[in-house]
């Protein structure tokens, strides 16, 4: 037993492979049948013609290799693509050219900018990991949640996938394919949408039903207001144009006005004065405004009617700005546009005050020079004290910015719009590194307190969700 080595039989059920018939032998008969079963393999390897080698390694290219030839052929791609849609396009007319243009951005500029806020969440989680922000806590994400690399898989998905459908559009269309260019964006909408409610476990069912149930939580916030609730419910107001060229979208493809002439009728059911535009421009504000009021209702916190208070203020900017096309000129100028500058005014100070004072709790009327000695819920988890100023002072730019996105009267040039909305993006992206500090460092803070000898309070402390929404 201690001694000489011993030889493992080939028929031993450790070794033999998936679906062969188990073999049972006795433990005592392991030495005496050692020399027949070596020379019964002798002789199957002869009748095979040579030995099977020991040490059989598989031969792969590096991955740095692999990296570096994915991205030759990403680059190639791109190049293809810009390529060929520029030709299509400098192959129609110049008074059509513009039109077919705006109307090719309408049905990518959602898709394009979804692509480019997952990209930038992948960061997010990317820093998260990097400064062991426990996110994942946070958010009641489970085991299988998706880590940053594999946002990032599916962000380059989504970039390969979106600008090539785009160049498709373009090319059929300036070829005269006009039907199989309709139908293109109609194929992408269809088939992102049936990624998001595919029912089968691929393609990161947990995630998806996550993303999906969070969703219906945020539409009908029944129930008590979570992080991950009210989390999203923000990121989805700096989508409010997103959601508002999808619906266009897709109200063209409803009525099969896809690459013809039948929508450029501003005043046509899918027109640009269309009433729905800012009614789905304010859902998201009313998403967040009934979170508010719920949250209000478990907690009974003052703080929750002023939050409620801010996103009503949104209301008269969309709607203000829609009046512009719906009343003569004169009453406009008179009326209407002073009260749209005052209320657009008044929104983008008073979000600007909330996320310094209340998302990332600075409370820059006071500690803004003060970071020697930061507040215990403002601790430097990102960067040093140039950041902080470098991020209220863009913060403060782009909520004043927010109001051309939010006023149907200014969106005429879809690149400036792009630009804008795109900003916007990053304003949120900046958003989200201090609002989910703020929510940690608050959660550790709690960790950290000692649980009173009263049952009655500490039952209190752990029924309190303990973050503003």
Known sequence: MFGGAVSIPNNSPHLR??????????????????????????????MKGGAI??????????????WRFKVLLFIIWGFCCCKIGWDSVMRMSVDLRDLFLYEAFLYYNPFLLVTMMVWLWGINLWVFAQA??????????????????????CATWMTI????????????????????????????????????????????LSSRFFLLRTVWRIVFPLQAISFADFFLADIFTSMSKVFSDLERSVCRMVHRQVATIAWFEADSVCGSHAVAIPIVLVL????????????????????????????????????????????????WTNIYRPLWLFSSVLNSLYSFYWDITRDWDLS???????????????????????VYLWVIGSNLI????????????????????????????????????????????????????????????????????????
């Open 284 to 331: 998201p504000y009313i998403f967040r405004f009934f979170q508010c009021l719920r949250q209000y209702r478990d907690t009974r916190e003052k703080t929750a009617l002023l939050n409620a208070l801010k996103y009503s203020t949104a209301v008269p900017v969309i709607f203000l700005s829609a009046l512009k096309y719906h009343v003569i000129p004169e009453k």
């Open 53 to 66: 080698p020991l040490n059989s390694v598989a031969i792969t290219p590096s991955p740095l290799l692999l």
């Open 132 to 153: 062991n922000v426990g996110y994942a806590k946070m958010f009641d994400l489970d085991q299988s949640h998706l880590t940053h690399r594999e946002i990032w898989k």
């Open 161 to 204: 996938i979106v600008p090539t459908s785009m160049t498709a559009y373009l090319y059929l269309y300036s070829h005269g394919e006009v039907s199989l260019a309709a139908s293109q964006p109609v194929l992408l909408y269809a088939a992102a949408a049936m990624t998001l409610i595919f029912p089968f476990d691929i393609f990161y």
């Open 398 to 469: 782009l909520r004043c910015t927010w109001t051309y996105k939010l006023s149907a009267h200014l969106r005429h040039n879809y690149i400036t719009l792009f630009a804008i909305t795109a900003l916007e993006m990053l304003r949120r992206f900046q958003w989200v590194f201090f609002r989910v500090e703020n929510e940690w460092n608050k959660t550790n803070s709690k960790a950290n307190i000692q649980l009173v000898d009263n049952p009655e309070e500490e039952q209190i402390l752990l029924n309190n969700n303990g973050h503003n929404v």
């Open 17 to 46: 492979k998936s679906g062969s018939r188990p073999v049972v032998f006795d433990i005592g008969d392991l030495g005496n049948s050692s020399e027949e079963d070596f020379s019964h393999s002798l002789e199957s390897d002869e």
């Open 364 to 386: 820059c009327f006071t500690r803004i020079f003060k970071f020697t000695k930061p507040h215990i819920l403002s601790h430097v988890l990102y960067g040093r004290k140039w």
